[in-house]
């Protein structure tokens, strides 16, 4: 790939003012204009309240996406997500048409960001904001990470079977630590326990040692200053907020200490000062997504944890957690593939601590290898984890239970690379060790999405997998989410939630098509509520039956229109579907399906009736 930085004109800066912000010449920018594609009540700022994500009309929003990505682990384009605006165009155009997304976790480096200690880099600076608009010029929400994994690729050598990311080169050299070796390793995260190098640098990060925890925060408020800055007042109201640390362990624990201890006395105190930095810089009505002990939730390896003794978060902080099935990824624990509700517990486990806490969860990292002697159980992996997202009830049990559904959760699927499979990475900077294949980053190998010959982004995975229906938008409250994407395990097709015999009318119209319902209880809020309509519901052949009405082919929106269809802001061609009530406190619901080809009145209008009963009945 081409050296971005090279061809970067340097943003010119000047250092100001005690806490040496950085300004960008010139003044702040001038609000951008709509986005193609908008309607009144889109592109407000989201806050947290009520412990879910809000936005300005009141509504209750899910978020639903990938990280982008690992390539900002590598140095070929040094520590960025994308070679060029350009590509982060086409890769933003892509998510959103292609793998349903709203929002996304955006990767930052550190080591580039200030690569001389108290130097800050603003050419990638300036490279890293102008990718973020790319994003959220296409209607993606954004939230930014400063990553990191086995805190450094310096720690590792030449010859190295593996490499890190995210402190800089001097960080490293100021620890002398000693030479990395992780013994017997099968996967890479294994260093973070078992590398003795690894394992020092962490504990040095947590203890502040020769004031890396100060320089790091600097360095945070610095960038959080100038993504402020040079993006429009629409696009900043498009970031979410900052996620200041990925996967935080504490290296090593002092005598007497436990993971439960550690993350009271060092990790709860940098995010409150990591919150202190971004009400410095201007990110005051932004939340803070703060990750507990990475094992906290771990199905093999797990620790005390979840950031227990914290207090009540609130709406200046998210609940910030990741999962992947450790059983699953080892081909050892786990032999077979995932089954039906085989994740709803440990997603339960999410929503649980984050209501304990008094605030929103996002489950910001989520997936499976594609490659791999494992490879072959990521159909059922990804289905399950996305069946728990949705709801806390299994599909068998679904329709027996769904008044206990609980909140459908916000995530970010790992991960969204399009140079996936075409990358040319030296790793370690090892002239001998050229990385093209996956994701040229420790044999991972988990992108959703890859470049074809043409240039053109191309799913590698199912397409009904991961183009999903998902409340973006809720009225009100949602009481129960159910999606049957019907996606498939090579050619056989998955359906985990029928809809059952006592239903006989609903079963006739959704018949082998994917299908959701919806049941939301509604607030008086005067936008609609939308749900993303995957490419596999063309419009004109999708059909919703619900208590506002029945309709095939929804017509365009409008404010006098109860069941409708309108583009999703951006540009890109994607589509929701906007069900419009004026009042206070009654139970609504919508099945939303592409099972039935110009469904009869009469078939419509007893499924209507169906519904009607289950919801009385179920919901009350």
Same mark, same amino acid.
């Given at each position: 790939? %081409? ?64 990280? &982008?990505?690992?390539?900002?682990? #590598? ?35 550190? /080591?580039?960001?200030?690569? &001389? ?23 993606? +929400?954004? $939230? ?6 086995? $805190?450094?690729? $310096? ?18 050299? #100021? ?105 410095? /810089? ?61 994740? &709803? ?11 304990? /806490? ?33 709801? +806390? ?8 239970? %769904? ?25 370690? !900077? ?8 996956? !994701?040229?980053?420790?044999?991972? !190998? ?6 074809? !010959? ?5 799913? +590698? ?21 159910? $999606? ?59 059909? &919703? ?59 419509? /209008? ?15």
């Amino acid at each position: 790939m %081409p050296n971005i930085r090279a061809r970067l004109l340097a943003v010119l800066v000047v250092l100001c003012g005690l806490c040496g912000f950085l300004t960008a010449a010139g003044s702040y920018a001038a609000t951008a204009a709509t986005l193609p594609g908008s309607l009144s009540f889109d592109g407000t700022a989201l806050t947290v309240s009520g412990g879910r994500f809000v936005d300005g009309n009141g509504r209750e929003v899910v978020l639903r996406g990938y990280n &982008v990505s690992g390539e900002t682990k #590598l140095a070929e384009n040094d520590g960025l997500p994308f070679a060029s605006v350009a590509d982060a165009k086409k890769s933003a155009t892509a998510l959103r048409a292609l793998g349903g997304g709203n929002s996304v976790r955006f990767l930052l480096s550190w /080591a580039y960001a200030e690569p &001389v200690r108290g130097q800050y880099d603003t050419a990638y600076l300036a490279a890293a904001t102008a990718q973020m608009g790319a994003f959220l010029d296409a209607g993606i +929400r954004v $939230y930014p990470d400063f990553h990191q994994d086995l $805190y450094s690729r $310096y720690l590792f050598n030449e010859g190295s079977w593996y490499t890190g990311d995210g402190a800089p080169q001097w960080a490293v050299d #100021l620890g002398g630590y000693p030479a990395e070796s992780c013994g017997i390793c099968i996967l890479w995260g294994q260093n973070i326990t078992q590398n003795g190098a690894v394992k020092k640098a962490q504990y040095d990060f947590w203890h502040n040692a020769y004031g890396l925890q100060d320089s790091f925060l600097s360095m945070a408020q610095q960038t959080m200053t100038y993504v402020r800055q040079n993006l429009t007042a629409e696009q900043f109201a498009g970031v979410l907020g900052f996620d200041p640390y990925n996967e935080p362990y504490a290296g090593s624990y002092d005598s007497g200490q436990a993971s439960r201890t550690w993350e009271r006395d060092l990790l709860w105190p940098f995010y409150v000062k990591f919150r202190a930095r971004m009400d410095a /810089a201007g990110w005051t009505d932004k939340p803070a997504f703060v990750e507990p002990n990475l094992f906290w939730n771990g199905n093999v390896s797990k620790e005390e944890g979840g950031l227990l003794d914290a207090g009540t978060l609130g709406s200046r902080y998210v609940f910030n957690t990741h999962f992947y099935d450790q059983k699953a990824i080892s081909g050892i624990l786990m032999w077979g593939n995932a089954e039906n509700g085989q994740y &709803v517990t440990d997603f339960g486990t999410v929503r649980d601590r984050a209501a304990a /806490a008094g605030t929103t969860a996002v489950v910001s990292e989520f997936g499976h290898p594609l490659n791999g002697s494992t490879a072959g159980k990521a159909p059922t992996v990804l289905k399950a984890m996305y069946q728990a997202l949705d709801s +806390r009830v299994k599909g068998v049990t679904w329709w027996t239970t %769904p008044a206990v559904s609980g909140p459908v959760l916000s995530g970010s699927q790992w991960q969204w690379d399009i140079y996936n499979g075409r990358h040319h990475e030296l790793m370690n !900077d090892n002239p001998d060790k050229l990385l093209t294949t996956g !994701d040229a980053w420790n044999d991972e !190998d988990l992108s959703a999405v890859r470049l074809d !010959d043409s240039g053109t982004a191309t799913l +590698r995975q199912d397409a009904r997998l991961l183009d999903r229906i998902y409340p973006s938008a809720t009225s009100g409250t949602t009481v129960a989410f159910t $999606y049957e994407d019907r996606s498939r395990d090579g050619s056989t097709t998955l359906t985990w939630n029928p809809v059952p015999s006592t239903l006989p009318n609903v079963a006739s119209l959704v018949g082998s098509g994917q299908y959701s319902v919806l049941v939301w209880r509604s607030n008086g809020g005067t936008a609609p509520t939308e749900l993303h309509l995957p490419a596999s519901f063309p419009t004109a052949a999708t059909t &919703v039956v619900s208590d506002l009405g029945t309709v095939y082919g929804p017509p365009a929106y409008s404010s006098t229109t109860k069941i409708a269809a309108a583009v999703e802001p951006g540009g890109t061609g994607s589509r929701r579907l906007l069900l419009s009530t004026s009042d206070t406190g009654a139970v609504h619901y919508a099945l939303v399906t592409n099972g039935a080809t110009a469904p009869s009145a009469t078939l419509l /209008a007893a499924a209507r009736t169906e519904l009607a009963a289950w919801v009385a009945q179920k919901v009350g």
